[in-house]
């Protein structure tokens, strides 16, 4: 978008500096797509719907960034349900997921308030470690992605015995247990970049 000026010589160009380029990259074009937050298909017995707000530092919503989950099943199994998307035919652009899968992942854009929703199921215990989702977060101005995991509040007893939550204190434990809704199955977990209650997130060598 331009605006009248003039140039060196005061003649009228019409043009005006452009300003500096918000920083990128922008993760709502392309990579996300329909059906993104179904990792348990529509109807599916036991189902529970995970949703959250990602905050930046200023506790302001961020309102494009990009989270995927990935998951165990409720046996706590992790092969997911590869080949679970829907093709179109004439551009191969993704049409969605195939409604009767539970894939293990997802792929979520936040809104303009900066909030996400997966709907899922509860994900089984794996030996060492109570039951989570591991979330991974896009978002402009980060250099790098960043990992985190979503805990859930009834399985309490075994946070205990889980290497990462035992290691934390529990302010900083806290930021990794969903809370649960009103609403039966739903719960929420919000994402905090930076600032007060930041997100413990994880670094992997």
Known sequence: ???????GTGADTGLQPTP??????????????????????????G?????????????????DALIELWQAGPDGDLSGAPG????DPVDGGHLGRNGVDFT??????T????????RTLRPGARTGHAPYISVCVFARGLLHHL???????E???AHADDPLLASLDAERRETLVATAGPATGSYRFDIRLQGEKETVFLEFH
């Open 47 to 63: 189902t529970v719907t995970v949703h959250g707000h990602v905050y930046d530092g200023s506790g302001e919503p961020v309102p």
């Open 104 to 109: 293990g992942f997802a792929r979520v854009p």
């Open 84 to 87: 679970s998307m829907r093709r």
């Open 1 to 7: 978008m331009t605006e009248r000026t003039t140039g």
């Open 147 to 153: 990992f985190t995991r979503v805990y859930f509040p």
């Open 155 to 157: 399985d309490n007893q």
């Open 111 to 118: 809104d303009a308030d900066g909030h996400w929703t997966a």
């Open 20 to 45: 500096s380029h918000t920083v990128g990259p922008f993760y709502g074009y392309a990579l996300p797509f329909p059906g993104g937050g179904d990792i348990a298909p529509e109807g599916r017995d």
